[in-house]
């Protein structure tokens, strides 16, 4: 069974800060991997995508992948409370999402 | 652009009842997957589809949920009869072929058996 793995939460950060959300997968042979952000009540929307090691920058927000370790990562800057939501990993050739991770960010 | 369009938005039914969600999906997108998402179980992937064939449904809790695509634009996915357990949120989403095409997500339905 594919699995993908985020970690649990929930994460809370205060307004201004970096918050780091993490997400392993099991098939190495996966080669595009996207983040979502789920607001509470609505569906989960795109964020961001990644498909090479490294980073990759949009605006506050970076994905960092590696490959190696089956790792891909979000990192969201200057942390506002409208970034408040579940932000899922999802790993295109698996068509699973992780279960999410929660964050909330204090004023 | 539309975008996915699902119907309807919510369905409370009763037990036994059958249960029809209906799923339109983006212009020039040729995969369509089904969800269903609950607290417990998060995001799962029930069925999807390539160019309107049925490639994985793996997902399908039991032979009371069934899924059709009768054309490259429209889905529906029935449950008959429907149970308590299957209330969660259902999703539909769409997206081109290639490894760098995300999902598109409808907004869902919310589906509630009493």
């Known amino acids: 069974q594919k699995e993908v793995e985020q970690n649990s939460g929930p994460l809370s950060v205060p307004e201004g800060a970096i918050a780091s959300l993490n997400c392993t997968y099991s098939?190495?042979?996966?080669?595009?991997f996207f983040w979502y952000r789920q607001y509470s009540g609505k569906s989960p929307e795109l964020i961001m995508s990644?498909?090479?090691?490294g980073d990759k920058e949009d605006g506050r927000f970076t994905a960092q992948l590696n490959k190696a370790s089956q790792y891909v990562s979000l990192l969201i800057r200057d942390s506002q409370p409208s970034d408040s939501a579940t932000y899922l990993c999802?790993?295109?050739?698996?068509?699973?999402f992780g279960a999410g991770t929660r964050l909330t960010v204090k004023p | 652009d539309a975008g996915v369009i699902q119907s309807p938005r919510h369905e409370v039914t009763e037990m036994g009842q059958e249960v029809t969600l209906r799923c339109k999906l983006i212009?020039?997108?040729?995969?369509l997957f089904w969800y269903r998402q609950t607290m417990m179980r998060g995001l799962e992937l029930l069925i999807y589809?390539?160019?309107?064939?049925?490639?994985?449904d793996s997902g399908m809790p039991e032979d009371r949920f069934s899924a059709k695509m009768p054309n490259a634009s429209f889905s529906t996915l029935k449950i008959q009869p429907s149970e308590p357990r299957d209330s969660a949120v259902y999703f539909c989403?769409?997206?081109?072929?290639?490894?760098?095409?995300?999902?598109?997500f409808g907004s869902g339905t919310r589906l509630t058996v009493v």
């Open positions: 989403a769409s997206r081109r072929r290639g490894m760098n095409y995300g999902y598109t």
């Open positions: 212009s020039g997108h040729n995969s």
């Open positions: 999802a790993v295109i050739s698996d068509m699973r």
């Open positions: 589809f390539n160019n309107n064939v049925p490639i994985d």
């Open positions: 098939d190495r042979g996966s080669q595009s």
């Open positions: 990644i498909y090479s090691n």
